[in-house]
């Protein structure tokens, strides 16, 4: 399984962006789907992440703001974030895992200005 996230920039607070985790190896790649951020001299923070079902998840403080959705046909999972402040500043990566192993994207990085 290979993933690669783009889609990252600047953008104004108040803004929006969408981040696209386009991945290789087949259907079952995309299934279970995590994005994560880690901010600028911070640890890796978990943002959300997709489930088999189309269940989504997502952590307290983007919930409202942040939408994961999935595209099978383009193999793909998206992040569309709103409402964007400049905390969400961060370098987003996505995750694939399955039956014990995991597999990660190179990252983008979103840098929002006040």
């Known amino acids: 399984v290979q993933l690669q996230a783009s889609g990252g920039g600047l953008v104004q607070a108040g803004g929006s962006l969408k981040l696209s985790c386009a991945a290789s190896g087949g259907a079952s790649s995309i299934r279970y789907i995590a994005w994560y951020r880690q901010r600028p001299g911070q640890e890796r923070d978990w943002v959300g992440r997709?489930?088999?079902?189309?269940?989504?998840e997502y952590a307290d403080d983007v919930k409202g703001r942040f939408t994961i959705s999935r595209d099978y046909g383009k193999m793909t999972v998206y992040l569309q974030m709103s409402s964007l402040r400049p905390e969400d500043t961060a370098v987003y990566y996505c995750?694939?895992?399955?039956?014990?192993?995991?597999?990660w994207g190179q990252g983008t990085l979103v840098t929002v200005s006040s």
């Open positions: 997709i489930i088999p079902s189309g269940g989504t």
């Open positions: 995750k694939s895992w399955s039956r014990g192993s995991e597999w």
